[in-house]
């Protein structure tokens, strides 16, 4: 039973990785180990990139199903390239849609999915909600790395994302970085619902792994352990709106 009490009254906390260099043995390894043993006992969702031309299906696949043992399991697209996250053209959510396909016939069916670079549009969104899943593109913050007229979907709060053809999709976004979360160690997690997130090659980083593992141990003492799946379960958010009205 999901902690429905909790998350109505806004306490709960969930953690996820975009795992995109899954067949890097040292970044896998750092991963897997996060996630096996996660700080603050709060569940971490692994939202991997697909494999490209040219890498190892197999090993991937291996890897996909031993994250997907350890928490939820999501669709993190990378549009151009592997180290490319947002589309440079063509049609994004086709390929959302072939990757979700290709997933399902070798029996990974994804719940969450996070558009590489913060990538998102009306007709991601629409093959988003074909494939059943929430989305967690959404940030509160504005990445500095987009260009001032890059598309992005801000957000503070879950919300239902009403699409044109009478369907809605439930946007649980991310809220918070690893330096938010380090900042959060002194001071109140205001939000609703804390989502964290990092990168998996973050790992790599001393100072940067050592930051996330405090920062999720102290969001663990203040926020009750929940995950992505669960909170689809148990979330009721009260706000609605057209998601073609609110990128910014």
């Known amino acids: 039973m999901p902690h429905t009490g909790h998350i109505l009254h806004g306490r709960d906390a969930v953690v996820s990785c975009h795992v995109e260099r899954p067949l890097d043995d040292e970044v896998w390894r750092r991963f897997a180990e996060i996630q096996e043993r996660p700080p603050g006992g709060i569940p971490i969702a692994a939202l991997m990139r697909p494999p490209g031309e040219g890498e190892d299906r197999e090993r991937w696949l291996d890897r996909a199903r031993q994250a997907h043992s350890l928490g939820p399991f999501g669709l ?15 049609a994004p959510a086709e390929l959302v849609r072939e ?18 670079g913060w990538y998102f549009d009306p007709d991601v969104a629409s093959a988003v909600a074909d494939l059943g ?30 699409r044109g053809d009478g369907r809605r999709l439930l946007e649980v976004p991310t809220t918070h970085s690893i330096g938010m979360l380090a900042r959060g160690v002194l001071a109140p997690f205001r939000r609703q619902i804390v989502h964290a997130y990092f990168h998996d090659t973050d790992l790599l980083n001393r100072v940067r792994a050592s930051a996330l593992r405090t920062g999720l141990t102290f969001l663990g003492m203040k926020r009750t352990a929940s995950d992505l799946d669960e909170l689809q379960r148990g979330l009721l958010p009260e706000k609605t709106m057209s998601f073609a009205n609110n990128r910014a």
């Open 76 to 90: 993190h697209t990378h549009w151009t390239a592997p180290d490319h996250a947002r589309p440079t053209g063509g």
């Open 99 to 116: 990757q979700g396909a290709w997933l399902r016939s070798v029996g990974l069916v994804p719940t969450v999915f996070c558009g590489g």
């Open 133 to 162: 899943c929430a989305d967690c593109t959404a940030t509160a913050f504005r990445p500095s790395y987009l260009a001032a007229d890059a598309p992005h979907l801000r957000l503070g709060e879950p919300t239902w994302l009403e």
